[in-house]
């Protein structure tokens, strides 16, 4: 999955509520499947605010691995992937991200996954089959902005039909606030300053 969503970020992060206390529960189950695409540009299916604490969204793929004559690909059928778009809200950001992949493949199988905003690639990672792992780690905090998740295809050493159920726990927390250089030292001048008329006293 190597394809970054522009249109619509931007609008999905204004056009979305703020954040409530409590965080989010989303499975396709609920909200129905999201859609299965090669070219996210132009995705609209979205999960929202991610809220401060766990947020974790789920679903299901289906799809069919054939070999290619290279490479035994599993990107065929209706459902061979997910990719929605989350948004972290001013102030917060997000700390981790952690995939649960469980069900079935065929042999040797894992499916992809990929996060971008609008003008970054954050570089695709593999999620294990019948596993957990914390996903991009090495990108971690993400800042707040509207960015877009996918989760599906891969590679196979076998044919045959993969079928798996994935778990997402996003867990986001408020941004810290630096203190401005400039303030620390306008600070530290007012300070000094006190400090100087106290001992300059007859």
Do not use: H
Request: hydrophobic residues 45%; negative net charge.
């Amino acid at each position: 999955m190597q394809s970054i969503v522009r249109t619509g970020l931007a609008g999905a992060g204004l056009a979305l509520l703020a954040s409530s206390a409590f965080a989010l529960t989303i499975s396709e189950n609920d909200v129905g499947d999201f859609e299965n695409t090669n070219d996210p540009y132009s995705v609209t299916d979205t999960v929202g605010v991610l809220d401060l604490g766990l947020n974790t969204v789920s679903g299901s793929i289906q799809s069919d691995c054939k070999n290619d004559g290279q490479d035994i690909l599993c990107i065929g059928g209706a459902d061979a992937s997910d990719v929605f778009i989350f948004t972290i809200a001013a102030g917060q950001q997000l700390d981790s991200l952690v995939a649960t992949i469980s069900g079935f493949g065929p042999t040797g199988f894992a499916p992809g996954s990929g996060i971008f905003e609008a003008n970054t690639i954050f570089e695709n990672d593999t999620a294990v089959l019948n596993g957990t792992k914390a996903l991009y780690a090495s990108f971690m905090p993400l800042g707040a902005n509207s960015y877009v998740f996918g989760i599906g295809q891969g590679l196979a050493s076998a044919e045959g039909a993969a079928e798996y159920d994935w778990t997402l726990e996003y867990t986001v927390s408020a941004a810290p606030v630096p203190v401005p250089g400039a303030m620390g030292l306008l600070l530290a001048g007012l300070a000094g300053l006190g400090l100087r008329r106290k001992t300059s006293r007859p």
